[in-house]
């Protein structure tokens, strides 16, 4: 069964720095999403993409966060200065009709 | 906007028997998803059981089935015969019926504890 892989699986990072979160999703799906858990919290959506642009965003995707599928496969998550808050879990998932993929997610460790 | 309520953050159930989840979600479409995802100590978000809401008949998956009621507007998760590997957390969640972007609206989450 064809599964949405994400790298790295945790991923510690000093405050201000840039860090970049990977997915590969499902080939043949269209909608592909990012999500946050911060720990002991609900998953919250961020962004969906398609056809290589934004297709919607939330609230807490502000400036600091950008995603771009370059190549065609990977789907990256960018957060250009990290802050203590963005420490959680971050998901990728590709949507098909009537649900959705999730990767294993990223976990994501700001010092 | 959508919104998804789960009113028990904690709950615990003794192995072998049956425990109810409940969920309750508010919207004002006609057709949309219903669904509960588990969560193990992993984190990773594991599909339980999908309910579509122009069905009325209930979804089950082995020993999880699902109560659906429509009108009004609620969604619990059974979960018979249980097992300790149950113990996780468990998210349900609405999806809009609609072709293209249709993110998932999560609700806060249910502890399950399954003891020996």
């Known amino acids: 069964e064809p599964e949405v892989t994400q790298t790295p699986s945790h991923q510690v990072t000093q405050m201000g720095q840039e860090v970049i979160l990977r997915c590969v999703p499902i080939?043949?799906?269209?909608?592909f999403y990012w999500y946050r858990q911060i720990l002991g919290q609900k998953v919250e959506f961020l962004v969906s993409?398609?056809?290589?642009?934004?297709?919607?965003k939330s609230e807490i995707f502000d400036d600091q966060f950008s995603v771009e599928r370059p190549d065609g496969s990977n789907f990256t998550l960018k957060i250009r200065s990290t802050k203590l808050e963005d420490s959680a879990m971050y998901f990728c998932?590709?949507?098909?009709?009537?649900?959705?993929?999730f990767g294993s997610g990223t976990r994501l460790t700001v010092v | 906007a959508q919104t998804v309520t789960q009113s028990q953050p904690e709950m615990s159930v003794q192995e072998a028997e049956t425990v109810t989840l409940s969920c309750t979600y508010d919207?004002?479409?006609?057709?949309?998803?219903l669904f509960w995802y588990k969560q193990p100590p992993s984190r990773q978000m594991i599909l339980v059981i999908r309910?579509?809401?122009?069905?009325?008949q209930n979804a089950t998956e082995n020993r999880f089935s699902v109560n659906f009621q429509k009108a009004a507007k609620s969604f619990s998760l059974k979960i018979s015969d249980s097992q300790l590997g149950d113990t996780a957390m468990y998210f349900c969640?609405?999806?809009?019926?609609?072709?293209?972007?249709?993110?998932?609206?999560f609700g806060k989450g249910t502890r399950l504890s399954v003891i020996a």
């Open positions: 998932a590709s949507q098909y009709p009537g649900g959705y993929t």
């Open positions: 080939s043949n799906h269209l909608y």
């Open positions: 919207t004002s479409e006609n057709n949309y998803y």
């Open positions: 969640a609405f999806m809009n019926w609609a072709s293209g972007n249709t993110p998932l609206v």
């Open positions: 309910q579509e809401a122009y069905k009325q």
């Open positions: 993409f398609y056809n290589n642009e934004i297709s919607e």
